[in-house]
């Protein structure tokens, strides 16, 4: 079995804006990372994400960034199962409509096939999909829809 997922959504907001709002932190921090970013999403960096949820912040290596398209990043696999700590790597792809919105791709995938491997997959599928319906109420309509879900 193959642990990987795909989740999207379309924001109504133009490809430039919606990916402003990932890279940079202190956008992302106002409806995603509940904990704070710290950096800028670009290749080869190393930034942190921390998570009320998850609490301490997670360091996430940008593999590469191509603006207004797509980002790839590694992140640990949160599998405390296996022997050694590994990475998964997630994909996010950024398409302009017609009409003027963005649609907004999530894939993750790399996970061992253990047990936590696939509890971990579940939750990041969770988190992500959570992560496109949050940034689409924060571009869309300025709220924070993360704000006190956790603490």
């Known amino acids: 079995m193959d642990l990987k997922f795909e ?8 490809v430039s804006d919606v990916f402003e ?3 940079n932190p ?3 921090s106002g409806y995603f990372t509940t904990g704070g970013a710290k950096g800028r999403l670009e290749t080869g960096a ?3 994400w921390d998570f009320h949820d998850f609490p301490g912040a997670f360091p996430v290596h940008v593999v590469e960034v ?17 022997p050694a700590p590994y ?3 997630v994909t996010m792809r950024f398409e302009p409509t017609d009409d003027g919105r963005t649609i907004v791709t999530i894939a993750e995938e790399g996970w061992r096939e253990t047990p936590a491997g ?19 109420a924060y571009l869309e309509h300025g709220l924070n829809l993360r704000e006190g879900m956790y603490k």
Not at 7 to 14: E, K, N, Q
Not at 120 to 129: A, F, H, L, R
């Open 46 to 48: 190393t930034v942190t």
């Open 26 to 28: 202190d956008k992302l």
């Open 21 to 23: 709002a990932v890279v």
């Open 66 to 82: 191509e603006k207004d398209k797509r980002i790839i990043l590694k992140w640990g696999a949160n599998d405390p199962e296996t």
């Open 87 to 89: 990475e998964t790597t």
């Open 7 to 14: 989740v999207s959504g379309r924001i109504s907001r133009p």
């Open 118 to 136: 696939l509890k971990s997959s579940y939750g990041n599928c969770m988190g992500w999909s959570q992560m496109i319906c949050a940034m689409k």
